[in-house]
């Protein structure tokens, strides 16, 4: 996706570690109107897909993630980090190692939001060693709903979570796709829409 490589340019900033920074449109403040163009492209590539469920998890998959809902029309789910006191029902739950924040959390969905009936269209901001994807596809698995697909807004493809995640035979679309993050330079790889 042209726009979203251009916003990365502009204003994505390379930390060390290979990690990359961009709490001024997608991490901390959000650029709806991209988020909005993002989401399209994923419902789009997914249009006829049947997908009933797209499934995120809490904060940063959130934006694209209601977007792609939004124009696929179809619920959106996100995975919380921490129980809420209002958490009462029966939960499904995993555990996933954060690359960023280097600490694992237990992730869960009340379970009456996902059933064996659910076609589910998993989309995250980033795509590091896929961990948050393979918590959200355990979630699903445990509620026994298929997942369709992968919608990935920034894929670090020098990490291997799309190995993964294509290893567990799993369709992965990212909309921007980053061989290098080394001298401070963002390289790009062609990306999947
Ligand atoms: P994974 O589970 O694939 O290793 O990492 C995915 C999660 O880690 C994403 O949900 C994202 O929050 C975070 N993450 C991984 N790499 C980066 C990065 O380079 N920059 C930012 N901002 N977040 C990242």
Request: glycine share 6%; hydrophobic share 45%.
């Amino acid at each position: 996706m042209k726009e979203l490589r251009e916003r990365i340019e502009a204003d994505g900033h390379v930390l060390g570690e290979g990690v990359l920074k961009v709490d001024s449109f997608v991490t901390h403040q959000v650029d709806p109107v991209l988020m909005e163009q993002i989401g399209r492209v994923f419902a789009k590539v997914f249009a006829e897909a049947k997908i009933t469920k797209v499934v995120t998890i809490e904060a940063s998959g959130i934006a694209p993630a209601l977007y792609a809902a939004q124009y696929l029309q179809v619920p959106m789910v996100f995975a919380r980090k921490s129980k809420s006191l209002t958490m009462n029902e029966e939960l499904l739950t995993a555990e996933v190692y954060s690359f960023t924040k280097q600490v694992t959390s237990t992730i869960s969905i009340s379970r009456k939001f996902l059933s064996a009936e659910d076609n589910v269209l998993i989309v995250d901001d980033f795509l590091a060693n896929g961990q948050a994807a393979k918590g959200l596809i355990e979630l699903c698995r445990q509620a026994g709903a298929h997942v369709e697909g992968i919608g990935i807004v920034i894929e670090k493809s020098f990490q291997d979570g799309r190995e993964l995640l294509e290893a567990m035979g799993l369709k992965v679309v990212s909309l921007a796709r980053i061989k290098s993050l080394s001298e401070g330079k963002v390289e790009f790889l062609e990306e999947d829409a």
